[in-house]
């Protein structure tokens, strides 16, 4: 009896540290609303390191970008993100919707800049569309953070499942990139959707 109460105990004190991300999808209108940031952009590197500046020094990971194209902000030819968790030798911390990412990832990225966060990316992961090539057409599409191809924007934010077969084709890069610099103008006119 004893040993049942100690362990129900044990499991209740290490319970009260366990916390769970909750991330409410952004619509395309709040990507390019909330974003001071939008580019397209290749991992050309990733680092992680113990970061004494920020509380409790947690792990984090900088992502080094290339800037290949720049639809919002500043422009720049290199980017470098710092996203909260990784791997240091032994010791690795991780946040569930927090994106990882490799060398070679091609991506449109909505993100914050301003100030250090846990993602900078606007909606954890969801604002990372992916950027690979048709193996059809070789032209470059785009496919949301999960790899399901981005056919619709009125998806982005929605519970509507993109991944039933359709005989749509997926966005090109090129239309995407017009419904963003679309949006934008659309928002600087300060239009209401």
Known sequence: MRRCIFAALAAMSLSVGVRATTVVAPTFEALVAQADAIVESEVVDTTSRIALQRDGAPIVTDVYFRVEKVLK???????????LGGQVGDLGFRIEGVPSFSKGDRDVL????????????????????????????????????DGTPLRDLRVLGSTANQGVPSGRPAMTLAAFESAVIGEMARQTKGQRP
């Open 73 to 83: 902000g500043a422009p720049a030819s290199t980017l470098i993100l710092q996203f």
């Open 110 to 145: 909505f993100a914050i800049t301003a100030a250090p966060q846990v993602s900078p990316i606007v909606g954890m992961m969801h604002g990372r569309v992916r950027i690979t090539a048709d193996a059809a057409t070789q032209r470059d599409i785009v496919r949301a953070f």
